[in-house]
T-cell receptor
Framework: AQSVTQLGSHVSVSEGALVLLRCNYSSSVPPYLFWYVQYPNQGLQLLLKYTTGATLVKGINGFEAEFKKSETSFHLTKPSAHMSDAAEYFCAVSGNGAGSYQLTFGKGTKLSVIP | DAGVTQSPTHLIKTRGQHVTLRCSPISGHKSVSWYQQVLGQGPQFIFQYYEKEERGRGNFPDRFSARQFPNYSSELNVNALLLGDSALYLC???????????FGDGTRLSIL
C-alpha cells in the first residue's frame, strides 16, 4: 500500500521568498514520485517527476524537488515565489512495479503568494 | 497538439440517476485513468485502462464502471447517483501504464 502526507494544507509566502512544500510518502516498492499543480477550475499539470537516477529533479516554472530515500521525502522548492505560483499543489506516488498504474495523491497544499 | 479532452465540463443530476462521462486521450496515448476529486481533497484513483483492458481499480463501489474503446477514448459510468458522488472527475492519459499522466480539466458533477 502507498500513501502520501503533505504537511500544511495552506502555506503563505511573500513574493520573492523561498517556497517550500513538504511531502512524505510511504511505499513498499521503489516509488515514482510526482508533483502536480492545479489552478482553480482546471485539471492537474505535471511540475516534475522522479523515477530513477538523479535525486534532485528540476521541473517547470523554476520548481525543483529532491528525493530523499532515508527520509521518505520529496519536498518541492522554488527559490523565489511569483504571484502566478498561487495555486494548489499535489504530491503523488506511483508504484514501480505491478501497481505502477495508479497514482496516490496527498490532500494538497494551497499556496498563497502575498505581494 | 490537443491535450486530454473531457465532456461535458459541467453536469447536474439528481439522486438515483445515471451518468456517463467521456474522455479523449492525447493522440498516441494508450492508457486512460479516471480519478474522483472531492472538494478540498486530492484526487482518488477509480480505474485505469490500458490497451482496452482494465489494469487497475480503486476502492469504489460497483456503481462505478468504465470502458475503453478501440480509439483509446474512454467512458466512466456511474449508476444510482448519491449526493456523495458530487465531485470533479478527472481523466488522465499516458503513453503506457508507468509513464507520467496528463490530466484533462475534468467534469464537474453536481448531484441534487
Amino acid at each position: 500500500a502507498q500513501s502520501v502526507t503533505q504537511l500544511g494544507s495552506h502555506v503563505s509566502v511573500s513574493e520573492g521568498a523561498l517556497v517550500l512544500l513538504r511531502c512524505n510518502y510511504s511505499s513498499s516498492v521503489p516509488p515514482y514520485l510526482f508533483w502536480y499543480v492545479q489552478y482553480p477550475n482546471q485539471g492537474l499539470q505535471l511540475l516534475l517527476k522522479y523515477t530513477t537516477g538523479a535525486t534532485l529533479v528540476k521541473g517547470i516554472n523554476g520548481f525543483e524537488a529532491e528525493f530523499k530515500k532515508s527520509e521518505t521525502s520529496f519536498h518541492l522548492t522554488k527559490p523565489s515565489a511569483h504571484m502566478s505560483d498561487a495555486a494548489e499543489y499535489f504530491c503523488a506516488v506511483s508504484g514501480n512495479g505491478a501497481g505502477s498504474y495508479q497514482l496516490t495523491f496527498g490532500k494538497g497544499t494551497k499556496l498563497s503568494v502575498i505581494p | 497538439d490537443a491535450g486530454v479532452t473531457q465532456s461535458p465540463t459541467h453536469l447536474i443530476k439528481t439522486r438515483g440517476q445515471h451518468v456517463t462521462l467521456r474522455c479523449s486521450p492525447i493522440s498516441g496515448h494508450k492508457s486512460v485513468s479516471w480519478y474522483q476529486q472531492v472538494l478540498g481533497q486530492g484526487p482518488q484513483f477509480i480505474f485505469q485502462y490500458y490497451e482496452k483492458e482494465e489494469r487497475g481499480r480503486g476502492n469504489f463501489p460497483d456503481r462505478f464502471s468504465a470502458r475503453q474503446f478501440p480509439n483509446y477514448s474512454s467512458e466512466l459510468n456511474v449508476n444510482a447517483l448519491l449526493l456523495g458522488d458530487s465531485a470533479l472527475y478527472l481523466c488522465a492519459s499516458s503513453v503506457s501504464h508507468n509513464q507520467p499522466q496528463h490530466f484533462g480539466d475534468g467534469t464537474r458533477l453536481s448531484i441534487l
